[in-house]
């Protein structure tokens, strides 16, 4: 099957529900139980509001098809599920080796909140590979990886990673938020856990916050028992939204897909432009090994450009027409950002030569988007 039918069909439960399409919002804490019998065994499904109700399950059933999971859990946002994540794999006195260019809160939970349990944390580049085998001590419990990574969008050797994380029995998890689970497939890779901020393409309409934990054998009955433990599970609008916006995932990945490439072969011939950071562009350094392990491409990528100064940055982004200025992404419409990915990093610490933007690619015509960025670039130059 396919995964434009399995997002249609996954999870649903019509006939359970007087024939309703869609497994309706459950709003719950309590569980009612018929009778004493039942109310001591709790061997069903549904006990308790904060463990899910079917219109949990029904959202975890579509993820769980979508990345081949043997289970998934939803977590009130991107970060928790990072974070119940990491929780759940990692104990006092592991070791943590994270990408540098990381989504940069991942470092704060890595960085301020792990040391206080025990948990300490080393950086590789994600384009030397060899950084990534001399960081690892014999406490080295994850590898946590992010490709393409966070603003600067470096594809990582990821068969390479594993290979080098089973042969010594280290677990290895990846945020798979910029593929929206349909481009890449960790799982399939011999990824143990695969996280999404459903936030983005799941959701797809920027008014939820949600995160996904799709788990393999390995690593489901830890995270699925952690995420139990901690009790931060998301509201059910929100866990209902993201089932809508999973039904229709694929076709937006696609024309996001074609659209942020169109733009992006676009800007490369423009002379203010130093250079484009998409992984679909054969002069980009990842590009083989994005094109070996993906599918596609998202509508997220960035570019660097010529600025003379921060009042002609501000002439540039204040006047434009459909690009908006805010953070998150993966939602219908575009938006265009000023980013320093440098100041968050360890090792990839070169700041570029100009201004690094990141560039959010929605569901608009790509020529009105163009058009909006070539007067963007008229007020830059002015
Ligand atoms: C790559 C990546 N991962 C995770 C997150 C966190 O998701 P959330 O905002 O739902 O916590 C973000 C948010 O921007 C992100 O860009």
Redesign the pocket.
């Known amino acids: 099957m396919k995964d434009e039918t399995r997002l249609v069909h996954a999870g649903r439960d019509p006939f359970n529900h007087h024939g309703v399409v869609s497994v309706p919002v459950y709003h719950a804490s309590t569980i009612l139980s018929p009778d004493l019998d039942d109310f001591e065994k709790r061997d069903r499904r549904v006990i308790y509001g904060r463990n899910g109700t079917p219109t949990t399950f029904a959202f975890e059933d579509i993820v769980k098809a979508l990345e081949q999971a043997e289970d998934v859990i939803v977590c009130g ?4 599920a ?1 974070s119940t994540a990491i929780l759940a794999l990692c104990k006092a006195g592991d070791h943590v080796l994270a990408t540098d260019n990381v ?1 940069s ?1 991942v470092r704060n939970v890595l960085d301020k909140v792990l040391p206080r349990y025990g948990i300490t944390t080393g950086y590789f580049d994600p384009t030397d590979l060899a950084t990534l085998e001399d960081g690892i001590t014999p406490q080295t419990r994850l590898i946590w990886l ?1 490709s393409p990574g ?1 603003q600067t969008f470096e594809v990582t050797d990821l068969p390479a990673v594993v290979d080098m994380a089973r042969k010594r029995d280290i677990l290895t998890a990846i ?1 798979n ?2 593929a929206g689970g349909y481009f890449l497939k960790p799982l399939t890779m011999g990824i143990d856990v695969s996280v999404q ?1 459903a ?2 393409y799941i959701g797809g309409h920027s008014d939820i ?3 996904t934990i799709s788990c393999n054998q390995r690593t489901a009955e830890a995270v699925r028992s952690m995420f139990n433990y901690l009790g931060n599970p998301a509201g059910p609008d929100d866990v209902f939204l993201a089932t809508r916006g999973a039904r229709t995932l694929a076709v937006r990945m696609e024309r996001h897909q074609q659209s942020a490439l169109k733009i992006a072969e676009w800007l490369v011939e423009q002379p203010c432009i130093r250079s484009v950071l998409h992984p679909a562009l054969p002069l980009f350094p990842g590009h083989d090994i994005w094109k070996r392990d993906f599918t596609g491409a998202s509508g997220l990528f960035g570019f660097i450009m010529d600025c003379p100064n921060r009042d002609a940055l501000a002439a540039m982004v204040n006047g434009m027409e459909h690009l908006g200025l805010g ?3 993966g939602g219908f419409e575009s938006l265009l950002i000023p980013t320093n990915p440098h100041q968050h990093r360890t090792l990839m610490t070169d700041p570029p030569d100009g201004q690094t933007m990141r560039i959010n690619v929605g569901l608009e015509d790509p020529d009105d988007l163009i058009a909006d960025l070539a007067a963007g670039f008229e007020r830059l130059k002015a």
Not at 77 to 80: I, T
């Open positions: 946002s991107g970060l928790g990072i989504y809160p992010e966070s945020d938020t910029w901020a936030t983005k916050m949600l995160g953070y998150s992404w």
